[in-house]
């Protein structure tokens, strides 16, 4: 999509945010380059504050290509904001509900009209203790496979730095910077054609995730975790432990 038909509402949308995202964000952009020029594609995107999509929207705006990402439908109901998601395109997710596949749908769409879907892969704020990239659901493999766009990996770091995981107050002090760093298409070719099966849709999910890791591990100069932290396993182990302890 060219900087000709982003809209109005983008614009709009576009204005009320980045005076404030300049103000308080330095910007280290790199890999635009990567960003594709023209066609359908998907960007994947670590996720580890809650300012973090308002930063990276500000990011891709500036390549002319504007994302669609997939939000919480409750956010499209709620007055202006929801006036603001609905005009910019955004994809409601109803998590769930029997409406829960009409966003891959969508987002299927989106991309085979040859725009950009931003997809948080994990589906949530990172709970990994160091805010690596955990373990991801399989919507973006599943989209990625049924269309065969460009899988982009994107890295971004300086967000949370301002605006922590669940804080409630920003760190506005020294002046925080936002890093992104784009890499090239994820090569799932030989991925293409085959039966799209869980274990499939786990593998292709575990090889877009460790490129958007590795992504990090050279913005934040730190090695590659040995393993993504699982959150539903950590909450389990929690749970069994808390169990054992109540038993004594």
């Known amino acids: 999509m060219s900087r000709r038909r982003i809209g109005f509402w983008y614009r709009l949308a576009a204005a009320i945010a980045k005076p404030p ?5 330095k910007r280290d952009w790199k890999g635009a380059e990567h960003i594709p020029a023209d066609g359908g594609f998907i960007t ?25 990402f ?12 929801g006036a ?12 769930e509900t029997s409406d829960a596949l009409s966003a891959f749908r969508a987002a299927i769409e989106a991309v085979e009209r040859g725009e950009c879907v931003a997809f948080y ?35 971004q770091w300086g967000a949370n730095l301002l ?4 804080a409630k107050k920003p760190n506005l002090f020294p002046r925080k910077t936002h890093h992104v ?21 786990r593998e292709v999910t575990e090889v877009i995730m460790a490129a958007i890791t590795e992504l990090l591990s050279e913005l934040r100069g730190e090695p590659v975790p040995t393993a993504a932290y699982d959150h539903r396993k950590a909450r389990a182990e929690q749970r069994r432990k808390a169990a054992e302890e109540g038993s004594k």
Request: aromatic share 10%; net charge positive; charged share 15%.
């Open 163 to 166: 605006l922590p995981p669940y």
């Open 121 to 155: 892969p994990e589906g949530t704020l990172t709970r990994d203790p160091g805010l690596w990239p955990m373990t991801a659901k399989t919507g973006v493999a599943r989209v990625a496979l049924q269309t065969k766009c460009p899988v982009i990996p994107v890295a």
């Open 70 to 81: 997939l939000a919480k439908h409750g956010l499209f109901t709620k007055g202006f904001i």
């Open 84 to 95: 603001v998601m609905r005009g910019t395109g955004q994809i409601p997710v109803y998590r």
């Open 44 to 68: 994947a995107v670590n996720h580890n504050s809650h300012l973090d999509p308002f930063a990276y929207a500000h990011f891709q705006y500036n390549t002319g290509r504007v994302p669609r």
């Open 181 to 201: 760093l784009v890499g090239p298409p994820v090569d799932l070719a030989r991925y293409y054609g085959l039966d799209i099966t869980p274990e499939l849709l």
């Open 21 to 25: 995202l300049i103000v308080l964000l």
